[in-house]
């Protein structure tokens, strides 16, 4: 099963697909030095399988080596993330005076 993911800037979201069908979405909104995520979505028939967690790692992944954006985590699944990843909370506060 070959996964892809991608960043889409046109679309404001971050993708992962599965054999070519598009199975997780974090959508965000930029708004100054900080990144929203403020909704991710998994395919009914594909959640339980941790693709939503995988998005979101790719999607903070990118952002940590890409910016120097602050991550605002506005969806309940993305700050659930960062509670079962402590060690990414850097991401919550960086640039920030």
Not at 2 to 8: I, K, R, V
Request: with cysteine.
């Amino acid at each position: 099963m070959p996964t892809t993911f991608a960043h889409e800037p046109a679309k404001n979201r971050y993708t992962m697909t599965v054999d070519g069908q598009l199975v997780a979405v974090a959508d965000y909104v930029i708004n100054g030095d900080s990144i929203s995520f403020n909704h991710t979505f998994t395919q009914p028939n594909q959640r339980g399988k941790g693709y939503a967690g995988e998005v979101v790692t790719f999607a903070m992944d990118d952002v940590e080596t890409t910016t120097k954006l602050t991550v605002v985590p506005m969806c309940w699944y993305v700050g659930k993330w960062f509670d079962e990843h402590l060690e990414r909370a850097s991401l919550l506060s960086r640039g920030a005076a």
